[in-house]
Protein backbone atom coordinates (compact mmCIF):
# COMPACT_ATOMS: atom_id res chain seq x y z
CA UNK A 1 0.00 0.00 0.00
CA UNK A 2 1.17 3.46 -0.45
CA UNK A 3 0.18 6.82 -0.30
CA UNK A 4 0.97 10.66 -1.38
CA UNK A 5 0.05 12.96 1.36
CA UNK A 6 -0.12 16.89 0.57
CA UNK A 7 0.34 20.03 2.55
CA UNK A 8 1.03 23.30 1.95
CA UNK A 9 -2.39 25.15 -0.06
CA UNK A 10 -4.02 28.04 1.03
CA UNK A 11 -5.47 31.51 0.30
CA UNK A 12 -3.17 33.80 -1.21
CA UNK A 13 -2.99 37.28 -2.53
CA UNK A 14 -1.94 37.48 -6.03
CA UNK A 15 1.58 38.33 -6.52
CA UNK A 16 2.43 35.84 -3.57
CA UNK A 17 4.57 32.55 -2.74
CA UNK A 18 3.53 28.91 -1.44
CA UNK A 19 5.47 25.99 -1.39
CA UNK A 20 3.22 22.81 -1.85
CA UNK A 21 5.12 19.40 -0.28
CA UNK A 22 4.17 15.88 -1.10
CA UNK A 23 5.03 12.79 0.67
CA UNK A 24 5.07 9.21 -0.61
CA UNK A 25 5.11 6.36 1.92
CA UNK A 26 4.42 2.69 1.97
CA UNK A 27 6.19 -0.23 0.11
CA UNK A 28 8.12 1.26 -2.29
CA UNK A 29 10.78 -0.07 -4.39
CA UNK A 30 11.94 3.30 -6.07
CA UNK A 31 10.16 6.16 -7.48
CA UNK A 32 10.59 7.01 -11.29
CA UNK A 33 9.26 10.21 -11.22
CA UNK A 34 6.84 12.83 -8.96
CA UNK A 35 4.74 15.72 -10.44
CA UNK A 36 2.23 18.53 -9.88
CA UNK A 37 -1.32 18.56 -11.71
CA UNK A 38 -3.67 21.02 -11.57
CA UNK A 39 -7.42 21.40 -11.66
CA UNK A 40 -9.97 24.41 -11.95
CA UNK A 41 -13.65 24.05 -11.77
CA UNK A 42 -14.87 23.16 -14.82
CA UNK A 43 -11.56 22.41 -16.10
CA UNK A 44 -9.38 19.19 -17.32
CA UNK A 45 -6.70 18.45 -14.89
CA UNK A 46 -3.65 19.28 -16.25
CA UNK A 47 0.13 18.82 -15.88
CA UNK A 48 2.12 21.81 -14.06
CA UNK A 49 5.29 20.26 -13.54
CA UNK A 50 7.24 16.79 -13.13
CA UNK A 51 10.14 15.66 -11.89
CA UNK A 52 12.71 12.60 -13.44
CA UNK A 53 14.58 10.49 -10.41
CA UNK A 54 17.36 11.88 -12.41
CA UNK A 55 16.21 15.76 -11.38
CA UNK A 56 15.23 16.63 -15.39
CA UNK A 57 12.34 18.84 -15.03
CA UNK A 58 9.52 20.28 -17.63
CA UNK A 59 6.98 22.71 -16.60
CA UNK A 60 4.26 23.98 -18.40
CA UNK A 61 4.21 27.29 -20.37
CA UNK A 62 2.11 29.19 -17.83
CA UNK A 63 4.23 28.30 -14.74
CA UNK A 64 7.48 28.71 -16.37
CA UNK A 65 9.89 31.38 -14.28
CA UNK A 66 7.61 31.21 -11.07
CA UNK A 67 7.00 27.52 -10.36
CA UNK A 68 10.02 25.28 -9.11
CA UNK A 69 9.86 21.54 -8.56
CA UNK A 70 12.28 19.84 -6.98
CA UNK A 71 12.68 16.59 -5.09
CA UNK A 72 13.87 14.85 -1.76
CA UNK A 73 14.91 10.98 -2.89
CA UNK A 74 15.66 9.93 0.54
CA UNK A 75 12.46 10.97 2.02
CA UNK A 76 10.24 10.02 -1.10
CA UNK A 77 9.08 13.90 -0.98
CA UNK A 78 8.38 16.27 -3.88
CA UNK A 79 8.01 19.98 -3.54
CA UNK A 80 6.55 22.61 -5.54
CA UNK A 81 7.66 26.43 -4.80
CA UNK A 82 5.03 28.99 -6.34
CA UNK A 83 5.88 32.26 -6.47
CA UNK A 84 4.42 35.58 -8.13
CA UNK A 85 1.14 33.40 -8.21
CA UNK A 86 -1.91 34.73 -9.82
CA UNK A 87 -5.53 34.37 -9.90
CA UNK A 88 -5.31 31.96 -12.80
CA UNK A 89 -3.48 29.87 -11.00
CA UNK A 90 -6.00 29.15 -8.13
CA UNK A 91 -6.97 25.49 -8.30
CA UNK A 92 -6.90 22.13 -6.74
CA UNK A 93 -3.23 20.78 -6.78
CA UNK A 94 -2.59 17.26 -7.18
CA UNK A 95 0.73 15.34 -6.71
CA UNK A 96 1.67 12.05 -9.07
CA UNK A 97 3.86 9.58 -8.24
CA UNK A 98 5.34 6.93 -10.69
CA UNK A 99 6.96 4.15 -8.78
CA UNK A 100 7.86 0.70 -8.54
CA UNK A 101 6.45 -1.44 -5.69
CA UNK A 102 6.82 -4.67 -4.75
CA UNK A 103 3.39 -5.48 -7.24
CA UNK A 104 4.88 -3.76 -9.91
CA UNK A 105 5.28 -0.32 -11.50
CA UNK A 106 2.24 1.32 -10.55
CA UNK A 107 0.89 5.77 -10.77
CA UNK A 108 -0.62 6.67 -7.49
CA UNK A 109 -2.01 10.27 -6.77
CA UNK A 110 -2.58 12.04 -3.71
CA UNK A 111 -5.33 13.48 -2.13
CA UNK A 112 -5.08 17.42 -3.57
CA UNK A 113 -4.49 20.25 -1.64
CA UNK A 114 -6.61 23.81 -2.73
CA UNK A 115 -4.60 26.71 -3.85
CA UNK A 116 -6.66 30.13 -3.68
CA UNK A 117 -5.13 33.22 -5.24
CA UNK A 118 -7.43 36.23 -4.42
CA UNK A 119 -7.17 39.58 -3.27
Known amino acids: QVQL ?16 SCAASGSIISIYS ?23 TNYVDSVK ?20 LKSEDTAAYYCKASLLAPGGAYEYWGQGTQVTVSS
Request: charged letters at 15%.
Open 65 to 84: GRFTISRDNAKNAVYLQMNS
Open 34 to 56: MGWYRQAPGQPRELVAFITSGGN
Open 5 to 20: VESGGGLVQPGGSLRL
